[in-house]
């Protein structure tokens, strides 16, 4: 284990989820977090509003808190730790992170105390929601991180029907508008087929749908590509968390195989319609399929092949 841990001269399994909001990442953030040797940096770029960062004047930035993050350096980070104060949820995903924050509500937020608290940790995982594919390659090619990628992609049509509920992003259009959402996807996609050709060991591209529908077998894949054991608190989470509906619309407790396509009976055909013709091509290179009208919305398999090859 001393290999993996900093203060011991090693290097930690480094895994980052990239997705955008409304996508599955909570749950598998939790997955990847239920591993009690993880250190979960939860949506380190949630001090930057509502937006998707596609290049400057915001990427450089981000980029380099994502590298200080995953090296453990909170010590120039003034601007995320004041936002932390404020906001808890940037913190209280990270439940060993957080256990002590309880215990010494003085230490939470100085870099003396989390510098040496998060170099204990053999792994660390990183969702991140605000950042385009393309702009990761940057930590894909720094030997010093070894960083695994997993992209997270969901249909649009869920993406956006689950985004409704939520009161933040109706009035943003980085995250209402449906061409925006599948413009980036499209984006993504192209990123993708580089990446994998680049990195095929340290990248992959994953649907939310297919995640959920074979919960056991994605995340044991995901482990496998990760470099993690399949520890039994995984086993446990998965058993306890994809087999009913509980709490509201954040919750990750829930009917996993019926979860992605609740959009069919909650939207209607014009919603859907309008998403579809604003999202062809995207939905095109993920393999999702069209609704041709609305009793066939309510039962179909959206759910088509893509390749990245």
Known sequence: LD?????MGGTPIRSLIITTWRSGSTFLGDVLN????????????????????RGEPFASGAIRNLRNLLKCNYTNMDHYLNYGKEHVWLFNHNTRLWDQCQQHPSLCWLPEFL????????????KVVR?????????LEDPSLGV??????RDPRGTLQSRKHRDWCPGNPDCFEPVRLCTDLVADYSAAVRLTMKYPHRFRAVRYEDLSVEPHKGVQDLFQFFG????PNIQLFLD???????????????NSKSAPFHWRQDLT?????????????????????RAANSSHQKDFNPLGEFSLS
């Open 3 to 7: 290999e993996l841990v900093q203060d």
């Open 34 to 53: 239920s591993h009690p040797g993880n250190y979960y940096h939860y949506e380190p770029l949630l001090d930057y509003d509502i937006v998707q960062i």
């Open 115 to 126: 510098n040496p608290f998060c170099r204990l940790f053999p792994f660390q995982s990183m």
């Open 131 to 139: 950042l385009r594919l393309s702009l990761i390659e940057e930590l």
């Open 148 to 153: 695994r990628v997993v992209l997270l992609v």
């Open 228 to 231: 993690l054991d399949f520890h």
């Open 240 to 254: 306890t968390h994809t087999k009913v509906n509980v709490g509201g619309v954040s919750s990750t407790y829930r």
């Open 269 to 289: 055909y014009s919603e859907v319609h309008a998403i579809q013709r604003a999202c062809a091509p995207a939905m095109h290179y993920w393999g999702y399929r």
